[in-house]
Structures are given as structure tokens and as C-alpha cells.
């Protein structure tokens, strides 16, 4: 991935001990998620990327603020790919790197590590509820989550629903965007291998 742009999320710096990678560009919309990665952010980015729902009165590194355009994505029909008009909702943070990648004039994109799965989150279906994490094993690394954690549901239909967005808008304008995560449950975008992109 040397050379190449990249987009993490959240915790993505969890992953630093393990690898020289770094991410040119974090993006953070979930409000917990937020105030639990604020102490952790200096000195390992320069900035983060977020919507403008979030309260950035506290933000320990800058902040690129982009205008929040709307509630969730298979209501507005909304992909945005000029982030300086703002973002639309999709009830996950890929959906708002979808639209940075297009912005930036990313294409093809490639989707890695998106397992699309929340083993632990009771109530997954359900928009907006605030539950408790019951299980450690849900993301790249065991200190993610703790359990008892609260954590914002993870409404998979509703995410499935933006992601059909994504991909319908994104062939329209000409955006490949491939899924080359090993695994994971995530089958709206066609899927690559990993290897295949080095």
C-alpha cells in the first residue's frame, strides 16, 4: 500500500505496533467512538476528518469538518463526492470514507478489513441505540471494545441499504469500488482477493 491513499477509522492506531502502515487520512462519526479516541489521537495524526454532529469544542488534534447533509442514505438517496459541500449519513463511518475516496478522485476503491459483522452488540438492528458490548472478539484487536462497553448499535439493514446507495450512485459516475477484505459478510460490492492488490 506504499504510495497509494488511505482512509482508516476510530482505533485504526491500535494496529501501529503491528505495522509500519499508516493511514494518510481518520475519520471518526460516531459520537462515543469520538470521545474515547480524543486523549488518544496526539502525536500519532496531524488531524481527523468527522461530520458536523460532532462536538469538536474539546478536539485534541485539528479538525476537518465536513457538513453533515442529512439523515441515513437509503432515505436521502444522498453519496456526496465534493465533501466540501458536506457528507450524507449511512449509519457507518465506510460510508463517509466512500465519499472522501470519491472526493479525493479515488478510483478504483478497495474496501479491506470490513468484516460487517458486530458479534456482541445486542439490538443490531435498531438505528440510534445506545447498548452494551458483550463480547471482546468484534474487531481487529482485543482492546476495541471491552465488554459492558456502550456502544451505538450497528443497524446492519441500514448500512446495507446506504451501501446499495454507494454502489448504484457509484457506477453511475464512473467509481469502481471493490470489496478486497479476506472474509467478512460484507457482499454488496464485488469482491477482489487481497493479494491480488500487491
Known sequence: MQGDVCIAS?????????????????????????????????????????????DIRLASIPVIV??????????????????????YGGRTV????????????????FLIGCDHYYQGESGVNVAGQVVQHTSSSNHFSPKYRNA?????????GEMNAAFEVARRVSKVRNIEIYNATRGGYLEIFDRVTFDSLF
Not at 10 to 36: H, M, Q, S
Not at 45 to 52: D, G, K, L, M
Not at 68 to 86: P, R, T
Not at 101 to 109: E, F, K, R
Request: net charge negative; charged share 15%; hydrophobic share 35%.
Open 94 to 109: 465506510t460510508y463517509n470514507n466512500l465519499q472522501l475516496a470519491a472526493h479525493l478522485g479515488l478510483n478504483p476503491i
Open 148 to 156: 459492558g462497553e456502550k456502544v451505538n448499535s450497528a443497524p446492519i
Open 10 to 54: 476510530n482505533k485504526i492506531y491500535l494496529a501501529f505496533d503491528e505495522t509500519p502502515w499508516r493511514p494518510n487520512y481518520l475519520t471518526c462519526g460516531d459520537k462515543l467512538v469520538w470521545d474515547k479516541i480524543q486523549p488518544d489521537l496526539p502525536g500519532k495524526f496531524s488531524e481527523i476528518i468527522t461530520i458536523s454532529t460532532m
Open 66 to 87: 465536513a457538513r453533515h447533509l442529512g439523515g441515513h442514505a437509503s432515505v436521502a438517496e444522498g453519496f456526496s463526492s465534493d465533501c466540501g459541500l458536506g457528507m
